[in-house]
């Protein structure tokens, strides 16, 4: 496992959503660090968006983004609880045609490491919808953080051996 260094890095076009009822752009401290380590590492966050927990919303704006032939990625983070307000994996539920179940699998088995069993606490998940990449992550920094730099930075980079999701992406609308 490890960087290919003779390909080219490509960017890809990635969307971040909050999904709070109380967050605003000035104390959305996770969205914040979901779009600087999206930038520092080379890719284009094309929108930053903050929703509320209402699932009609929520599904609006998703498909929004997998139908902007612009975006190839969309993460959000929030939501992914167990409260009544927590929506977002039914909203993925909603727009996705393939899951990823690992992805929630693995985000929960890197997190053990960090918040011990309040990690099954989080229905993080991730899907494909019409050839754009969904992951719903925590709303927390530190779980933003830990499944960007523990899954997202290789998993978006084409250069990343011996597989990665960028790699992918041209076949996505096969049928």
């Not at 009544?84 to 179940?101: M, N, Q, S, Y």
């Not at 990449?133 to 899954?151: R, T, V």
């Amino acid at each position: 496992m490890t960087i290919d260094e003779s390909r080219p890095f490509v960017p890809v076009n990635i969307v971040v959503v909050t999904v709070s009822d109380t967050r605003t752009e000035d104390t959305d401290v996770s969205g914040a660090a979901l779009v600087d380590r999206a930038v520092q590492a080379g890719h284009r966050v094309v929108a930053r968006r903050i929703v509320p927990d209402e699932l009609k919303t929520l599904v609006g704006e998703l498909n929004q983004w997998i139908d902007h032939d612009e975006v190839d990625v969309v993460i959000t983070t929030g939501g992914t609880g167990v409260t009544g307000r927590d929506i977002t994996p039914e909203a993925l539920d909603a727009v996705c045609e393939k899951a990823i179940p690992g992805f929630g699998e693995l985000f929960r088995w890197l997190s053990y490491d960090k918040i011990g069993t309040s990690t099954i606490q989080s229905r993080a998940t991730a899907g494909v919808s019409r050839g754009t990449y969904l992951f719903a992550l925590p709303g927390s920094p530190g779980a933003c953080k830990d499944a960007w730099d523990g899954i997202l930075a290789t998993q978006l980079d084409v250069r990343w051996r011996p597989c990665n999701f960028v790699e992918l992406m041209p076949r996505l609308r096969e049928s």
